[in-house]
């Protein structure tokens, strides 16, 4: 046993190392936002908060962020729906090909963006509709509903089916027993779906890149800025409040997620026990 | 229990495929009995309580529920309730929301409900659970939960499926002793679905035992028990040893059959089937092994103690007949100052031609 539990010194270092070229620029952000210089260089020259008063002062940037909450927001809750809608197909009906639907589904997690918001581009200018930023929610639907899948696929399949019977047969209707029943027992697992897409689309650059009208994203506004080198400091600030809100919406997300599956499952773990302490005792 | 039979099923079928879950069944269920599906898993049980639910829909035949015929009837709107396998606690509400949840669509008021699901609580000896989370009760208590979530709703039948399959057996054991006692409180017909014999002996008033989508048998538990129909039936309910014989004759006095090892007999009553070869059923405690010379009985054979499988409260004995290849399956109780005997033994086996069985008299020559 201990044997086993004792990672060979060599895999430790090649973690070690690939986890500091993981996230060793991110550490660069904190390091630059607080550095008292318009250079990014080193050495360090001293602390200072002016950079963040900056993003306070531009106005430009602001209308950028209102741009890229609307976006996430709306994104986050249609293709939650969305996820809803196709997570519970798959998992309660019998449909035909249904590997193949969800395998459609999931394809934009590993289609490249470029592709996608070129392809959108194009067929957006053909039906001859303008820029705006519900084209760009357009394209993070459609990049956010795989996960969102993901994530409340997990949570309907775990779902015992005799839940929805037993609700059924106590005289609830369909719909009664989707609110009462089917709906709180996966709200960890919407909330987490939420967090995600909206996690995602406010981060999102090629897409956006190419699907804006004259509304920049954030992220666009933070390319746009980087031609000059004096508002640099200024978008390390701002890309290290990025940074850490996305952790803090995946951290909620994974523990909401966690969260569901316990309750849901709940029943088969206690089942399990029980099974357990039968066996047991017969011996 | 009356004579009104408050399920009507006729002719009921469901096709999996070519593979007939059931192959027509009809019965009828009577107002206020506990009437128990028994089967092996496979046999459709499940499948015919699925379809009294609502859950399943019959390809074929009807089922009516107090005169109604239910073709069509959503599981909601049935007039029956269901205690799950997995009992389906509801996770996130509480025991007492629990035991409100359709009582919530009857707009009854907070009062009413609240007096209801107390007492639905009360009637499964769960009082002042009502504020329990179900993570919080263990498998038995759980099992109360969905027994009083379905009896708070005063369904016209109950349905059980499988209830006690999911508890240890002495929990099992006092859980069926208390459901039988429920069963007659309530007067609530009850149709619990099991494979264990020994659970629809004890529990049911009639019990319906199903093979391959159809009834065998539809008997009370000691008729099922004492006067299994087929083989098929006799195996699967108790133990029993089978015979072969012939049967030599019919005439209004009984069946005189020439059975393997016993000889000649006279089946009083027994005017079914024809002459021909037939299977003969005796019960291991029908056969009584005879201590002390003098101790006799009706019909006497003598036999060779081959094994033995001791159970504390009682042991089996495997004797062969003497002269013969055949071994039959003797129970005994252990009873205080008689001794256990051993494999090797020698002994007397005393029968009586009343507690022989004759089984599927109407298939002759198998």
Known sequence: ?283 | MSNQPIIQVRDVAKYYGDEPALAGVSLDIMAGEFFSLLGPSGCGKTTLLRMISGFDVPDRGSISIDGVDMAGVPPNRRPTNMVFQSYAIFPHLSVAQNVAYGLKRLRLGRVETKRRVEEALALVALEGYGGRQPHELSGGQRQRVALARALVMQPKVLLLDEPMSALDKKLREQMQTELRRLQRAVGITFVLVTHDQEEALLMSDRIAVMFNGSIAQLDSPEGMYRRPVSRQVASFIGMMNFLRADIASIDPSGATVNIEALGSALLPGVSVGKPGSATIGIRPEMLTMLYGDHATAERVFRGKIVDTEYYGDLTLYQVRIDDTATVVTVSMRNTAGRPILQAGDRTRIGWGAESLVLLDPLESAK
């Open chain 1, 1 to 283: 046993m201990d044997q086993s539990q004792r990672a060979p010194g060599g895999l430790i270092f090649y973690a070690l190392v690939y986890l500091l070229f993981l996230y060793a620029p991110i550490l660069l952000l904190p390091l630059f936002a607080f550095n008292d210089s318009a250079v990014i260089a080193l050495p360090l020259s001293g602390f200072t908060l002016r950079w963040f008063d900056v993003l306070w002062d531009t106005t430009a940037l602001h209308a950028a962020l209102y741009n890229s909450l609307i976006i996430a927001a709306t994104t986050s809750v249609l293709s939650t729906c969305l996820g809803i809608l196709a997570a519970r197909a798959a998992a309660r009906y019998p449909i035909p090909g249904k590997r193949g639907i969800v395998g459609f589904i999931m394809v934009p997690l590993v289609l490249p963006e470029v592709i996608v918001g070129i392809s959108l581009l194009v067929v957006l200018i053909q039906l001859g509709m303008s820029l705006s930023l519900w084209t760009v929610i357009m394209g993070h639907v459609l990049v956010c509903t795989p996960f969102s899948v993901a994530i409340l696929g997990a949570a309907f399949n775990n779902m015992d089916a005799s839940l929805e019977e037993a609700s059924m047969d106590l005289g609830e209707s369909a719909l009664g027993t989707f609110r009462r029943i089917i709906l709180p027992l996966a709200a960890p697992g919407i909330l987490a779906s939420m967090l995600v897409a909206f996690t995602i689309s406010f981060d999102e650059f090629i897409i956006a890149f190419f699907l804006t009208g004259t509304d920049a994203t954030l992220p666009v506004y933070i390319w746009s800025q980087l031609r000059f080198p004096a508002r640099l400091p200024g978008m390390m600030a701002l890309g290290f409040l990025m940074v850490l809100m996305s952790f803090a919406l995946l951290l909620t997300a994974e523990y909401l997620r966690r969260r569901s599956s316990r309750l849901i499952s709940g029943d088969e773990a206690e089942g399990a026990s029980l099974f357990f302490d039968a066996a047991s005792g017969m011996r």
